[in-house]
């Protein structure tokens, strides 16, 4: 894979991530806000918002939304898409996880939407038992099983990898285990794991296809250098192949983790 071209890995894939990621579904988050009783009158933590994908939605639920995220781009889009819905609840941090303040103020839940992997795991649960109150807790927001389907990945892998080789773990992505449920499990603040799957479909199209390739930060389009236009051409080819209608239905599982802080 070429050398990375930003510090931040979604520095580029930031005006593509909210309109072709697919999104949570309206289900998932609404278990969310009631699991933890979100209301006006308690505040909310979401970390590594990239485009406020959580933070927009619980900014109607609870009192105040406090959305940090390492990078720049992602900040400003967030800024600018809660602008237009008019949220005004919501306080925007460029800051790792890892370095947000200890303050004074406490949060009933923390949200973590695909991105606790780039973390410190270990760090960022111990500086959450701190950050949220007694009868709070942690919603790990995640993809889940995939149901076997009719699906454009391996074809749009195929592609990228042709052009940009194989894709490897991001330098930036957590050295430890890969998986998420190692650092639960042994934490000393958070107990009562449960996993919750809300099943949803999308329908894609060529265009939306590309797109979503391009807000991966393994193949933003700056990878592809003076190779765009052939990137473009040969994956709508392949997919025009596999489909002709050039429409697919991804079926997707989103998985919600939960975890209730330890009363110490």
């Known amino acids: 894979m070429p050398t990375p071209l930003h510090e931040f890995p979604f520095a580029d894939a930031a005006q593509y991530y909210d309109r072709f990621r697919a999104p949570y579904p309206k289900a998932a988050l609404d278990f969310i806000v009631?699991?933890?009783?979100?209301?006006?009158?308690?505040?909310?933590?979401?970390?590594?918002?990239?485009?406020?994908?959580?933070?927009?939605?619980?900014s109607y639920d609870a009192r105040e939304v406090v959305a940090v995220d390492p990078d720049a781009n992602m900040v400003a889009e967030a800024r600018r898409l809660a602008a237009a819905k008019n949220r005004q609840n919501i306080q925007w941090l460029q800051s790792r996880a890892e370095d947000i303040a200890l303050g004074a103020r406490s949060f009933r839940v923390a949200t973590i939407g695909q991105a606790f992997h780039w973390m410190n795991r270990d760090d960022v649960l111990r500086k959450l038992a701190i950050l949220i109150e007694d009868g709070g807790g942690l919603a790990l927001v995640n993809p889940g099983k995939r149901r076997p389907q009719e699906s454009w990945e391996p074809i749009a892998n195929q592609t990228v990898a042709r052009f940009l080789g194989p894709r490897t773990r991001h330098p930036q992505s957590n050295p430890q285990e890969p998986a998420n449920e190692p650092s639960l499990r042994r934490s000393q603040y958070f107990s009562e794991f449960t996993a919750h799957e809300f099943p949803s479909t999308i329908t894609r199209d060529i265009n939306s296809i590309i797109r979503c390739v391009y807000s991966l930060s393994s193949s933003t389009k700056p990878y592809f250098g003076d190779n765009v236009e052939a990137f473009e051409a040969e994956l709508s080819a392949a997919l025009l192949t596999r489909n002709p209608a050039g429409v697919f239905y991804e079926q997707i599982e989103t998985e919600v983790v939960i975890a209730h802080k330890k009363t110490l």
């Open 34 to 58: 009631e699991a933890f009783a979100l209301s006006e009158k308690v505040r909310a933590l979401d970390l590594g918002c990239g485009p406020g994908t959580i933070a927009i939605p619980l």
